[in-house]
């Protein structure tokens, strides 16, 4: 645990990377980058924090923290104010037209 | 010097209504050579604890929850029976069992169990979930189903079914029961009360989290093979389910062939979960991953998701990545279009 912001340990969610054999840390990025990707549709952005926690910032500058990926897409739509839903065609377009 | 053992100790569930059959296949099951291993709570609707009474001759360290049925609102009383059965245990207190069986009241949804395991900080690290039994009562099967959503949700979180009072029903309509339950939840397993036997391992000790999970996996593969890959199978479009209140529920599987990426697959399920996944009754499938030899198998209910499993070999010939949907009202064209661009422009 961190001592100094009380953070403890590592994430626990079902999707953490599983059997890879890239480091921790580049698997961790690896799946923010992804996940910026679909949250560029809301305007939101996802980054590291502190290797154990991630910050969700709005358009207007509003940031909520992140303990893992299990809470991103509940803490996402709150701070988006709109649903984030997979099955929207709007958003499968825009996962479409992004350069891969 | 004390020992102190890590091992994760299987909670099993054994739901299904009033009546169905539940405290007899207890009794059953405690009285065969599985017994001693097994600690039991029992959660009861109504002053008076029955079934606590019943079972209690056969396993006199029965734990009754006082509160109910098991919902969100009692999850504390389940966490602390099950710390306190652990407690005592490792104190020696009452013997080293290696499993504990819960028996829900007839009106449980058995998702919240799952939650109070995963969720919690401590109970994730010494249990975790084994077999889920539901007993369907074949004679009143279809007035629960009417009046109860509780009796699906049993249905779609069982992992066997368990069909009793099957003397009291014509044949055509047990098979046609037999049907419904195959088309709701394709990748249980269904007995027939008569052909149980209690020491049968497949009642619980046989699970995805068990030893041998790959064998549980093929079991999924084997029942769901009956059902059309990548096709609904609608639940309620038989002629006496046509005015059922749960006639919008399908169950279908997704098949692909070709390998996934992991971070796109979690982030879409959770993403999908997130924002469905009260219409998600159940989720189960064996993945073909990116790099990976072996596959690995997913299992979940409404919002939660099981803890993935790696398995040893691939269940059969088949290497395709196959993922059992069960839903309410979702359209599986929809989930499958929503998959594929997930999977295509995620990598």
């Known amino acids: 645990m961190c001592g100094l912001c009380g953070f403890l340990g590592t994430e626990g969610d079902w999707s953490t990377s599983i059997g890879s054999t890239l480091p921790a840390r580049q698997q961790r990025l690896m799946r923010i980058a992804l996940a910026n990707r679909i949250l560029g549709f809301f305007r939101l952005r996802l980054d590291d924090f502190q290797g154990v926690s991630y910050v969700l910032t709005s358009p207007t500058g509003r940031r909520e923290i992140v303990s893992d990926f299990g809470q991103l897409w509940r803490v996402a739509e709150n701070l988006a104010g709109c649903p984030i839903d997979p099955l929207d065609p709007a958003l499968l377009t825009w996962l479409s037209s992004i350069p891969k | ?246 006639a919008r529920i399908h169950s279908f599987c997704l098949v692909f062939d070709y390998q996934i990426n992991w971070p796109a697959f979690g982030l879409w399920l959770s993403m999908l979960l997130n924002r469905h996944g009260r219409n998600i009754l159940r989720v189960k499938g064996i993945l073909n991953l990116s790099g990976a030899e072996y596959p690995v198998a997913i299992h979940g209910v409404q919002h939660l998701v099981h803890p993935p499993v790696h398995l040893r070999e691939w269940p059969d010939h088949d290497r395709r990545s196959r993922i059992v949907f069960i839903v309410d009202g979702l359209e599986p064209e929809t989930i499958e279009q929503s998959f594929k661009t997930f999977c295509e422009y995620l990598k």
Request: aromatic letters at 4%.
């Open chain 2, 1 to 246: 010097m004390t020992t102190v053992s890590f091992d994760l100790i299987a909670l099993n569930v054994i739901t299904g209504f009033l009546g169905s059959g539940k405290t007899t296949l207890l009794r059953n099951l405690l009285a065969s050579d599985l017994g001693h291993e097994t600690a039991v709570l029992i959660n009861e609707f109504g002053e008076v604890g029955i079934d606590h009474l019943l079972v209690g001759e056969v396993a006199p360290d029965t734990v009754l929850l006082k509160s109910g049925c098991v919902c969100c609102s009692i999850r504390g009383e389940l966490k602390d029976a099950l710390v306190q059965l652990f407690s005592r245990r490792q104190k020696g207190e009452v013997p080293k069992f290696r499993r504990v069986i819960l028996e829900t009241t007839g009106l449980a949804d058995p998702a919240p169990i799952f939650a109070t395991i995963l969720a919690d900080p401590m109970l994730q690290h010494h249990f975790r979930l084994g077999v889920i039994v539901t007993v369907v009562d074949c004679f009143n099967a279809a007035l629960h189903e009417q009046l109860h959503p509780e009796w699906t949700a049993q249905v779609t979180a069982a992992d066997r079914l368990i069909l009793t009072k099957r003397d009291l029903v014509a044949e055509q309509s047990f098979e046609a029961l037999q049907k419904k339950l195959q088309a709701i939840n394709p990748a249980a397993v269904i007995l027939t009360g008569e052909d149980v036997k209690p020491q049968d391992p497949l009642l619980l000790t046989a699970g995805l989290h068990d030893a041998g999970p790959e064998r549980e996996a093929e079991r999924w593969i084997q029942n769901s093979r009956s059902r059309p890959w990548s096709k609904t199978n609608d639940v309620g479009v038989a002629s006496e389910h046509e005015h059922s209140t749960h």
